[in-house]
């Protein structure tokens, strides 16, 4: 089970830090993504982290420099800390985890989902 929380309203420029927490003893294993939804679109890919961390990481072009996806393995929480935010990253944001450890930008790779936490970008 993973369980999403760190979003809210926040004004354009400002900064949200998304925690995904994992209640399983096997998240070490995982690797992580943080994907997002808006109203009428798909599922975007934001980011991954492989299981190990560190420079295994990748990002999509319109969060690049923007945002930062990390992980800690002894509190089974993946993060994503989201700066400079701006209107278009209005969305539900969900983490998953991926079994393989590596990582994917497909989210059809991904076993495990969160509920999903709201982030409002508005003045």
């Known amino acids: 089970q993973l369980i999403e929380s760190g979003g809210g309203l926040v004004q354009p420029g400002g900064s949200l830090r998304l925690s995904c927490v994992a209640s399983?003893?096997?998240?070490?294993?995982?690797?992580m993504g943080w994907f997002r939804q808006a109203p009428g679109k798909e599922r975007e890919f934001l980011a991954y982290?492989?299981?190990?961390?560190?420079?295994?990481?990748r990002y999509a072009p319109s969060v690049n420099g923007r945002f930062t996806i990390s992980r800690d393995n002894a509190k089974n929480t993946a993060y994503l800390q989201m700066d400079d935010l701006k209107r278009d990253d209005t969305a539900v944001y969900y983490c998953?985890?991926?079994?393989?450890?590596?990582?994917?930008?497909?989210?059809?790779?991904?076993?495990?989902w969160g509920q999903g936490t709201q982030v409002t970008v508005s003045s």
């Open positions: 982290i492989s299981w190990s961390g560190g420079r295994n990481v």
């Open positions: 399983d003893y096997t998240f070490s294993n995982y690797a």
């Open positions: 998953g985890a991926e079994t393989s450890g590596l990582g994917s930008q497909n989210a059809r790779d991904y076993t495990y």
